[in-house]
């Protein structure tokens, strides 16, 4: 995927990288709603992250960011909507969802 | 029983609510009942048998700005002087199980009272004797109260007092049982009459700052007292109780009251009787605008009772008619129509301000949008805007719903942001008050990401050619600054960027006033 879009130097697709190695491959614009996302991506930055498109997260485990990349979906596809339905998150998962959430700014 | 007893009348007129005059400060006391299973009664002012309390307490000082006025002895609950504390007198009502302190009636007094002569019908919670001096008080003010509340269920007395207890906090455990409120029908052999309850809530000089949402849900509640407490606000489940005939909110820190509170004038509801003032509530701050300026003079002059053309402020574009003014219907014993509003302030994920004017509480006057402002959101995070919660509010909103929520601040890891220890702790206490819904889609949210204030009128119609503000019903308005009074700031939160205002019908001054005078 990277390569195909090298000409205009950055692919449609990022992934995400969860400390216990699980990899999720989501939309760009969608994932860049996460201001600390956006900012590791940003081009004009000499982050790592923003020439591979790759965001390793040392901090999240591969539950937990499974849920933020089905956020990331959820955000986008209901943008432009009137009626949002609810995302769903089980209980177990809240308080490290939080902590994600917080710390991916989202 | 309770039919049969001429019930004091209840002092909703303003004049004996207002600050000014000494009766305002009477509390509510006991009278002296027989002793017999009667309810207890509220002293009204005229009862003669309330002077035989605690006289001294009558005398009582103002200091300070008008809207902190209480009186000394209500702020000093627990700092107590002790020549007055030899005159406190404790009653108990044998035959009611209702414990009724007087006045100044020391806490613990009443407590231990309560365990040795009644430790094996109402046993207290041991835990609560184990807490710090600080929380001891409280909880156990709160026990007094409970039991009181089981005693009023008992005998089905439906006038829960407790005004002037003390009370820094009311727990949802606490109000609870008061759902359950059956009014004692009267025996007629073979006929089962239900009776509607109708409760009256009185509340009246504590140091409440929140309510507990389960008051909430008191559909046969007719009466809530919140008069001289520390409210800053109100939680928004206000505008459910749809039973409601008075409100007094009079002598509180109200800054604004929430948007909610307008279900309470739809044409459902049974509302009153509405005190509001006094209360340091926002002022809008108009733009001068110099072309108005001689008809400002006139209107000067205009304002009073029975002047159609009068409460509107002439100065600035402040003439629109809200949509929300339009899809209501209102009752028609209230005049309630939307006026002005602040610009909006955008809020981030965690509730910091981004963009939009100061609430705080230092500010006393609002500057007012103007009537064409469309309210444009900060920097968008990524490339749109959604109606969708962040994540931060999806997770906080998970963890409201699970039973551990007050646990969840110390399941966090010990180096984790402050933020989210506050976002919790607020995540509490907006689910003890009831929780919130967005004013423009609905959505049940957490964190508020737009915030403005309304200025609405809200007059009671006193009949065809003449109509008084809410905040003074019978008297006339004569000056500038009531008709400052009747514009009632109402805050407004929405759960998303896009959750703002709706246009209003922009109509210049004197047809607005028009309008609203057909509509009437
Ligand atoms: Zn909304």
Redesign the interface.
């Known amino acids: 995927m990277a390569s195909s879009s090298q000409n205009q130097g950055l692919s449609k697709y990022v992934t995400l990288i969860s400390l216990d190695g699980f990899e999720f491959v989501v939309l760009r614009?969608?994932a860049?709603?996460?201001?600390a996302i956006?900012k590791m991506l940003n081009t004009q930055s000499n982050f790592m992250e923003a020439k591979d498109g790759r965001c390793v997260f040392g901090e999240i485990n591969g539950i937990v960011l499974e849920k933020?990349a089905e956020?990331f979906y959820?955000?986008?596809k209901?943008?432009?909507?009137?009626d949002?339905p609810?995302?769903e998150?089980?209980?177990e998962?809240?308080?490290e969802?939080?902590?994600?959430?917080?710390y991916?700014?989202? | 029983m309770a039919d049969d007893l001429p019930l004091p009348q209840l002092r909703s007129d303003p004049t004996t609510e207002s600050f000014t005059k000494n009766a305002a400060r009477k509390r509510a006391r006991l009278s002296s009942p027989p002793v017999s299973s009667d309810p207890a009664l509220f002293s009204s002012d005229d009862d003669p048998s309330a002077d035989n309390y605690t006289q001294e307490r009558r005398k009582k000082k103002y200091r300070g700005p008008w809207y902190h006025q209480r009186p000394a002895s209500d702020a000093g609950q627990d700092s107590e002087d002790a020549p007055e504390k030899k005159r406190r007198t404790f009653e108990r009502q044998f035959d009611s199980g209702v414990f009724m302190g007087s006045d100044g009636t020391d806490v613990d007094e009443v407590l231990e009272e309560l365990e040795s002569r009644n430790a094996s019908t109402l046993p207290l919670p041991l835990s609560h004797s184990h807490r710090t001096q600080a929380g001891h008080r409280v909880a156990t003010t709160e026990e007094v109260v409970k039991s009181q509340i089981h005693g009023c269920l008992e005998e089905g007395n439906e006038n829960i007092d407790f005004s002037s207890r003390g009370l820094k906090r009311l727990s949802n455990a606490t109000i609870r049982p008061l759902a359950t409120f059956a009014r004692v029908p009267p025996v007629i052999e073979g006929v089962y009459t239900r009776l509607e309850p109708k409760l009256k809530v009185f509340l009246a000089s504590n140091d409440l700052t929140s309510l507990p949402g389960e008051i909430f849900k008191l559909d046969h509640l007719i009466v809530l007292s919140l008069r001289g407490n520390q409210f800053e606000e109100l939680p928004p489940g206000i505008g459910k109780l749809s039973s409601l005939k008075e409100l007094n909110l009079s002598q509180n820190s109200l800054r604004c009251l929430p948007f909610e509170i307008l279900e309470l004038f739809s044409d459902t509801s049974r509302l009153n009787s509405l005190n509001l003032h006094p209360n340091p509530f926002y002022q809008p701050e108009v733009p001068p605008n110099p072309e108005d300026d001689r008809q400002e003079e006139e209107s000067q002059y205009k304002i009073g009772l029975g002047n159609r053309g009068r409460t509107r402020p002439r100065r600035g574009a402040v003439c629109g008619v809200s949509p929300v003014q339009r899809r209501r219907s209102w009752h028609s014993q209230w005049s309630v129509t939307y006026q002005v509003r602040t610009e909006v302030r955008y809020l981030d994920?965690?509730g910091t301000r981004l963009k939009g004017p100061d609430f705080s509480k230092d500010t006393a006057r609002i500057p007012v949008a103007d009537v064409n402002d469309t309210p444009q959101a900060p920097t968008s995070?990524?490339?749109?805007?959604?109606?969708?919660?962040?994540?931060?509010e999806?997770?906080?909103?998970?963890?409201s719903?699970?039973s551990q929520l007050p646990l969840?601040p110390s399941?966090?890891?010990e180096d984790?942001?402050p933020?989210?220890i506050d976002?919790?702790t607020f995540a509490v206490s907006k689910k003890d008050s009831g929780g919130s819904k967005c004013t423009t889609?609905g959505?049940n949210f957490i964190v508020p990401r737009t915030e403005w204030i309304e200025w609405w009128e809200i007059a009671k119609v006193l009949d065809r050619n003449g109509m008084a503000s809410a905040a003074s019903p019978l008297r006339q308005m004569e000056n500038e600054r009531d008709v400052l009074e009747s514009m009632v700031p109402l805050m407004r939160r929405g759960c998303s960027w896009l959750c703002v205002p709706e246009p209003v019908t922009v109509v210049n001054g004197s047809a607005a006033a028009d309008e609203t005078e057909l509509a009437d």
């Open positions: 614009e969608a860049c709603i996460s201001k956006a933020v956020y959820y955000n986008y209901n943008r432009n909507k009137e949002v609810d995302m998150i089980p209980p998962l809240c308080l969802l939080l902590m994600a959430a917080d991916l700014d989202t | 994920i965690n995070r990524g490339d749109y805007k959604s109606r969708a919660p962040s994540l931060l999806v997770a906080l909103n998970a963890c719903r699970t969840l399941y966090l890891p984790s942001p933020v989210l976002l919790l889609c959505r």
